[in-house]
Nanobody, 123 residues
Framework: QVQLAESGGGLVQAGGSLRLSCAASGRTFSSIGMGWFRQAPGKEREFVAAITWNGGMIYIDAAVKGRFTISRDNAKNTVHLQMNSLKPEDTAVYYC????????????????WGQGTQVTVSS
């Protein structure tokens, strides 16, 4: 099982940028699809972006398409979420997760989760 740790969250003004990173432990990282989800207070955890093991397929939620980019570096066991043009509605705890099977768009398809990193966007 892969262990995940997010970093890079913080407080930023609307229109600003942040780059989240997720460091993974385990030899199988390079063969695992990865995803980012977020959860705002009082809301369900929702899909943000995902990337297959080799980066061949990328999935981006419509709410962040054109603003967020997902990438991975298998040599460094990391996956990144570049977030540009941030909006107050992007405020949430962001989680990275390892894909375990099924649709990349569904939370239940991911079996290992990090502890999350807070992103707060002020207006």
């Amino acid at each position: 099982q892969v262990q995940l740790a997010e970093s890079g969250g913080g407080l930023v003004q609307a229109g600003g940028s942040l780059r989240l990173s997720c460091a993974a432990s385990g030899r199988t990282f390079s063969s695992i699809g990865m995803g980012w989800f977020r959860q705002a207070p009082g809301k369900e955890r929702e899909f943000v972006a995902a990337i297959t093991w080799n980066g061949g397929m990328i999935y981006i939620d419509a709410a962040v398409k054109g603003r967020f980019t997902i990438s991975r570096d298998n040599a460094k066991n990391t996956v990144h979420l570049q977030m540009n043009s941030l909006k107050p509605e992007d405020t949430a705890v962001y989680y990275c997760a390892a894909h375990s099977g099924g649709s990349y768009l569904k939370r239940e398809s991911f079996g290992s989760w990090g502890q999350g990193t807070q992103v707060t966007v002020s207006s």
